[in-house]
């Protein structure tokens, strides 16, 4: 096997991890967003349905995030088919803040249900864009290894 063909292999099992974790991340906000509209609906305190959510945020969200504009985000950036991809992924990210912060601000806890479950279905989208179109488009470059961009990620490798 070819040393790029060995690499492309390599790098499609990382991008099964990243679509794997990916996975769970989504899940996990669909179960912390409709747990907060279910409290506010059901006239039930919110406060640990939306602590539980904002500490995901915090936790597992905004790391995420950080982690891949360090990453795989300029190294799409750098190609040409991506450099517009990613600048809208950037800008969603701006819009996945704006509704994690109005969930964390809102007194009204039929609103921070409704930011909370927009926060899920943009985040949702967003998971989908990086799986159907950034990570094949950087396993199939020549020019870039998903996996030791990973790997050099500050510890955070496999955390995608």
Do not use: C
Request: proline letters at 4%; a negative charge; aromatic letters at 4%.
């Amino acid at each position: 096997m070819s040393e790029t063909a060995e690499r492309r292999d390599t790098d499609a099992r990382t991008a099964e991890e990243i679509r794997r974790h990916h996975a769970v991340m989504v899940a996990d906000l669909d179960r912390l967003s409709a747990a907060l509209v279910e409290a506010a609906e059901s006239g039930a305190d919110v406060a640990p349905a939306r602590s539980a959510l904002l500490e995901w945020i915090t936790t597992v969200l905004v790391p995420h995030a950080a982690q891949e504009e360090e990453t795989t985000y300029p190294a799409a950036a750098g190609l040409p088919e991506g450099h517009l991809l990613i600048m809208g992924m950037l800008a969603e990210h701006d819009v996945i803040r704006h509704f994690a912060g109005l969930v964390r601000g809102t007194k009204n806890p039929a609103a921070a249900g409704a930011y909370a479950r927009a926060l899920y279905e943009t985040f949702a989208s967003h998971q989908r864009k990086k799986n159907d179109y950034i990570l094949p488009l950087l396993v199939n470059e020549p020019s870039v290894s998903l996996t030791d961009l990973m790997s050099n990620s500050h510890g955070h490798a496999h955390h995608h």
